[in-house]
């Protein structure tokens, strides 16, 4: 799953076991995990104990819920919709599985403990050399963080980048009364200062799948991401579940060199262009590139014959989406985002940037396919992405699934039909076992937001080219998070803050008009709301008229990222039942980098600081690196080739 030498793993393993403190086994190291997850057995106690049925492919995570002593494991091959029940038929308590309200009741388990490091490194995941990449250590994808439904997590970020501060957000995670853990420098915390470390810790009411990644400018195009697993039930049945799949576009520079080149050399006039498409950190660069100075290869699968297996999709991208499918197989959809649905079958799945799906794959009962092997395909949406290399449907082959030993290349064709128009899957189709009812008396809105291009704003010496949402693009300060200044008034903000100040009752259900440009040559932006599910009530590629739209109130679909259609619009609504200050913006790194975002404040009266000192130390290791550190020296240290050390939006 990562792009490493086995014998440097090897080395990397041992390395880990005998410099790192002994932990409880449920208190996870990533570095350990890899020489210890093997080891752990599921001893016999009077509580819940067992091995998730969604656990990683090389077993041995375990589950544990010490406290529900009167409960059962209730997971089985023909019922994944359980996951915890009462030992007793006839007990009042309820049962945890795919019915549960998961915002008022979940499961309590225990606290997973994870150290990640960050680190420049030279990497070959196309098996071209990608020498300023950023990475959780030394691997891309970063170490898979695992947790089971109603755990607390809390994950140490140690940072060894010498030029750049960071921050982790963990995507999709609600972070319910807990805005200081999101995880967005300049927003909810000042950037962690080069040799320095922070621990976020947050509680996990959803379940699903997701990816954690920096929010710290364009850091995480280079390779700062990773998996993000909370095991629990799931609305179809199936036997096993194969490892998270990240997909993602890739270039061989630094997307800062990218960004410098495109918005500063050439102002903004030209879009970067990626190279390559990875499954897991693993593809081939495409033919032009240049000579593989290093064997390169795609992600395999294992299938056997007649069995159901989970697969966790999840679209990493700096700027592509992506239609995945998997040559003569369906796939049912069984997840969109955190939120289970009522599946429905499909030959091919459209995940934009962000978004991510589980889908059930039925491997053939009969392998028909000449070396009894498929080829998965990641085909770039049309309008949503830019790459040197044309790829298409016949081309865009990123992996293959094996039913033998055999190594030769797949013979199959591509799925027909396969539209790759650049949309959201059917919106009748995302349909929630979970419903929610929006009120259609909904009076507030939070603001009607258009989004477009905005030239040569500039917030430094150049010319840049800018995305605004709203009325400006966004620019931060790093060194000043909103989060400790929840107490100006809106005035006090200044305009590339980009802050929505308004207040609304608690539990108050508030709407969010977002218009798309009609001039853009991106086909859709994908938009991401922190701290919420959304409930999406109109999706369309027609400009925004509410007399003539219908306008979904009962259960419609729900999710974290949704799809802006250019010349579209999204109507979304969330309940004001979130205290904090949370980022809304385009998930386009090129875009966000631009400004395209903005910052709501939510009752922010009432946010439930856990250790606001900590943020408070956090930005002043910050300050003390950024005026005093050496390496910042102009003409001597080395990040003296950073002119100006803030060249975009901060996010």
């Not at 819940?48 to 090389?58: D, T, V």
Request: proline share 8%; hydrophobic share 35%.
């Amino acid at each position: 799953m990562v792009v490493l030498e086995n014998c440097w793993a090897t080395f990397l393993a041992i390395l880990n076991f005998v410099t790192f403190n002994s932990i409880n086994q449920l208190d996870h190291d990533v570095s350990q995990q890899t020489p210890l997850i093997a080891e752990l057995a599921v001893p016999k106690k009077d509580y819940p104990i067992f091995n998730p049925p969604n656990g990683p492919e090389n077993g041995g995570f375990v589950c544990s819920y010490p406290t529900l002593t009167d409960y059962e494991f209730c997971s089985q091959t023909n019922d994944r919709s359980c996951w915890l029940k009462p030992k007793n038929p006839r007990s009042l308590k309820p049962t945890f599985g795919i019915h549960s309200d998961y915002e008022n009741i979940w499961p309590t388990g225990v606290t997973r403990k994870y150290t990640i490091e960050v680190h420049n490194a030279t990497l070959f995941p196309d098996g071209y050399p990608s020498g300023k990449t950023k990475v959780f250590p030394l691997s891309y994808p970063g170490p898979w963080i695992e947790a089971c439904w109603g755990d607390d997590i809390e994950v140490t970020v140690i940072n060894h980048l010498p030029c750049n501060g960071t921050s982790i957000h963990w995507h999709g995670i609600r972070m319910w009364n807990n805005n200081e853990n999101d995880g967005v420098n300049a927003v909810t915390q000042c950037p962690i200062a080069p040799g320095q470390s922070s621990t976020y810790k947050f509680h996990t009411r959803q379940y699903g799948t997701s990816w954690y990644h920096s929010h710290y400018s364009l850091q995480y195009a280079d390779g700062m991401a990773g998996p993000l697993t909370i095991h629990g039930p799931t609305s179809a049945n199936y036997d096993t579940a194969i490892d998270p799949i990240l997909m993602t576009d890739w270039n061989q520079r630094s997307a800062f060199e990218d960004w410098g080149y495109t918005q500063i050399v050439k102002n903004g006039t030209v879009r970067p262009k990626m190279t390559s498409i990875l499954l897991n950190g693993h593809g081939i660069a495409p033919p032009g590139t240049c000579a593989n100075p290093r064997p390169a290869s795609l992600h395999n699968i294992s299938f056997q014959k007649g069995k159901k297996y989970l697969l966790r999709l999840i679209n990493t991208s700096v700027d592509a989406a992506f239609v995945f499918s998997i040559d003569g197989h369906n796939l049912t959809v069984v997840e969109s985002d955190f939120v289970p649905i009522h599946n429905y079958t499909t030959n091919s799945v459209l995940i934009g940037i962000g978004q991510r799906y589980h889908v059930i794959v039925e491997a053939k009962p009969i392998v028909v396919a000449k070396g009894d092997n498929y080829w998965i395909r990641t085909v770039p949406a049309r309008g949503c992405g830019s790459f040197n290399f044309p790829y298409t449907r016949d081309n865009a082959t990123t992996g293959i699934v094996r039913y033998t030993q055999s190594t030769a290349n797949p013979q199959s064709v591509a799925n027909s039909p396969m539209p790759i128009d650049c949309s959201d899957e059917p919106y009748e189709k995302l349909r929630p076992i979970l419903e929610w009812h929006i009120p259609e008396d909904i009076t507030s809105y939070v603001t009607d937001v258009n989004i477009g291009p905005k030239g040569g704003e500039p917030y430094f010496p150049s010319p840049i080219n800018r995305w605004q949402m709203y009325k400006s693009p966004l620019w931060l300060n790093f060194s000043d998070p909103t989060i400790l200044n929840t107490e100006n008034s809106s005035t006090n903000f200044t305009a590339q803050l980009k802050v929505d100040t308004r207040r609304y009752a608690q539990d108050q259900w508030v709407r969010l008009v977002v218009t798309g440009p009609n001039n853009s040559t991106v086909a859709s932006h994908p938009i991401h709301l922190h701290g919420h599910d959304f409930a999406l009530l109109a999706q369309d590629n027609v400009p925004w008229n509410e007399s003539t739209k219908p306008i979904l109130h009962k259960n419609p679909p729900r999710r974290d990222v949704a799809l802006l259609p250019n010349n579209g619009y999204l109507l979304i609504a969330f309940k004001v039942d979130n205290p904090g200050v949370w980022l809304m913006h385009c998930h386009i790194a090129w875009h966000a980098s631009s400004g395209l975002a903005m910052q709501i404040m939510e009752n922010v009266d009432d946010i439930v600081y856990h250790d606001k000192n900590g943020l408070k130390e956090t930005c002043a290791q910050w300050s003390d690196w950024f005026a005093n550190s050496p390496d910042r020296k102009p003409g001597t240290g080395q990040c003296r080739q950073w002119e100006h050390f803030q060249d975009d939006s901060g996010i």
